[in-house]
């Protein structure tokens, strides 16, 4: 199976579950939901989040107008970042590879070294400021599935890796 498939998102940016159009600058959260092997996205206003449980990853974003160019919002990589670290599931661990070269870039994350485990290997991270360490496995991506895997990031994202 393609990664792509594995990773087919539902998008309905935009709009809460309630039905309320997001108007311009309006905060709101999205949240992400373990779907089978793939996530679901779901937006919500400020008066229907109340932080359910069973959300895989959760951030703020604020609504951008029609005409207005989409605002990078490295809030939602970091969220998101920091719940696939944490996974063992071998497609996931390509998405917190690739979303962890977007930190580097954004220096929220710096890399502090290698590491070797048999066959795999990892990079060593270090969050900016606090220190929190991170591990991340160097999957195997060829450039095909990486340009697809970060298409489907800025699109469960809605913000640019
Ligand atoms: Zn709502």
Redesign the pocket.
């Known amino acids: 199976m393609s990664i792509v498939a594995d990773y087919k998102i539902t998008r309905t940016c935009g709009t809460?579950?309630?039905g309320?159009k997001f108007e311009e600058g309006e905060e709101f959260t999205t949240a992400l939901f373990e779907s089978g092997e793939t996530f679901d996205r779901r937006d919500?206003?400020r008066?229907?989040w109340n932080e359910p449980a069973e959300a895989y990853s959760f951030w703020r974003a604020r609504a951008a107008g029609a005409d207005q160019k989409k605002k990078e919002n490295p809030m939602a990589v970091w969220a998101f970042f920091e719940s696939l670290s944490g996974d063992q599931d071998p497609q996931r661990r390509k998405l917190a590879f690739l979303l962890s070269l977007t930190l580097q870039r954004k220096r929220i994350l710096k890399m502090t070294g290698t590491r070797r485990d048999g066959a795999r290997e990892f990079i060593e991270l270090e969050k900016r400021p606090d220190g929190t360490r991170y591990s991340v496995e160097v999957p195997d991506i060829r450039d095909d599935e990486m340009a697809a895997l970060r298409e489907e990031m800025v699109r469960l994202l809605d913000t640019a890796v």
């Open positions: 809460c579950g309630c309320r919500f206003c008066s229907c």
